[in-house]
């Protein structure tokens, strides 16, 4: 019978350490050898079927996620220069041309002005576009010269009222269930089933809406300033979900004409106008105001007037200035001097007093 090679080798090595004392170690390591790249050469042989799944499996998750990987991103890899400048991502309602990747100094980038992202733009409903619809004062009164403004109590004080003095010193009290309070943020979107009722308030350029339980409490503030030489105007109440996103949208594909990835613009985008799904102004509490002397969305706003009218009293008609100058770390959201969020009341005089935001309020009350 014919031996096979390893048979053979075997057989040498054995013969080389019999008649050989001196080359026996190494006739020990070349059977140990032999014997070794046998085992090898049968586990191979008999497991062709195995590996060559194995290896059909591995070239599927290759050829399925090659496409992942950023050499293939670069101009003379797999995707051309033309395709990646065509390539668009979808965000809500639009689609958003991705820019050519760059260096971007991310930490010094300035938070983009409303104003100076409108360009291209014929949308003639946004808030901080010059031809928007703004609120005046006598605008409003015009068209509802026979109503009588109220203001909303608050329940605590409603109570108050019908107590003693002494009692009137306690501290009131405040509810984590309070519509007035609910705390609306990135970290705490509108609840699926938060809900409320939108009331109209006729002007000469049409309706102003938002939650109609704020309504009279506004319109007293803006009497009041009105009194004081100050006009107020209301440039941006009640805002839907599409026309959140809107603004958002717009204002990340400014960033990425910048040059920025669509995650970093998404995240300086989120300082400036809320994210869609946890905005105020979605639930009809919040009201963005200027005045006849200035029209801008800026931090100006605060300088003027109108601006420090508002925030010495706001609260005295249940509003706060909902992101001041200072906590910008706790609301996630820069300075807006123009941003006025309704609490009640009782709960903005403690805001305001006390110099918190909403969020410390319910750390601290709630």
């Known amino acids: ?43 191979f042989k008999t497991g062709t079927k195995r590996f060559a799944s194995t290896a059909f499996i591995l070239l599927c998750f290759m050829v399925g996620n090659s496409f992942a990987y950023p050499v293939f991103q670069e101009e003379n890899g797999f995707i051309s220069g033309e395709e990646k400048e065509a390539e668009v991502v979808a965000v809500a309602d639009s689609q958003i041309a991705l820019a050519d990747e760059q260096q971007v100094e991310y930490e010094n980038i300035k938070v983009l002005d409303d104003e100076d992202v409108v360009d291209g733009y014929s949308d003639s409903q946004f808030h901080d576009m010059e031809n928007v619809d703004k609120y005046f004062l006598d605008e409003i009164l015009e068209e509802n010269a026979d109503t009588n403004f109220q203001p909303l109590k608050d329940s605590e004080q409603a109570e108050m009222e019908s107590i003693p003095e002494m009692a009137m010193a306690q501290k009131p009290q405040f509810d984590a269930g309070d519509w007035k309070l609910v705390l609306i943020n990135k970290q705490h979107p509108i609840p699926e089933d938060y809900s409320f009722s939108l009331g109209m308030i006729k002007t000469i350029k049409g309706d102003m809406e938002c939650d109609e339980r704020i309504i009279d409490d506004l319109l007293l503030m803006m009497q009041a300033a009105s009194e004081d030489g100050v006009t107020l105007a209301i440039c941006s109440p009640y805002r839907d979900l599409s026309y959140q996103e809107y603004l958002f949208n717009r204002k990340v594909r400014a960033y990425m004409k910048k040059g920025m990835s669509y995650m970093e613009a998404y995240s300086i985008s989120s300082q400036a106008v809320t994210v869609p799904g946890a905005s105020e102004h979605q639930i009809g509490l919040a009201i963005d105001i200027i005045s006849d002397t200035y029209l801008t969305l800026d931090e100006g706003f605060a300088e003027t007037s109108a601006g420090i009218w508002l925030s010495q009293h706001c609260a005295e008609y249940g509003f706060i200035l909902r992101y001041p100058k200072g906590k910008e770390a706790i609301t996630s959201i820069e300075f807006e001097p123009w941003h006025f969020r309704y609490v009640g009341r009782d709960a903005a005089e403690v805001i305001m007093k006390e110099g918190l935001c909403l969020e410390e309020f319910w750390d601290k009350y709630l």
């Open 1 to 43: 019978m014919k031996r096979s090679f390893y048979e053979k080798t075997k057989s040498f090595f054995i013969n080389m350490g019999k008649h050989y004392k001196l080359l026996r170690v190494l006739a020990i390591i070349g059977l140990a050898f032999s014997m070794l790249f046998h085992r090898i050469y049968l586990y």
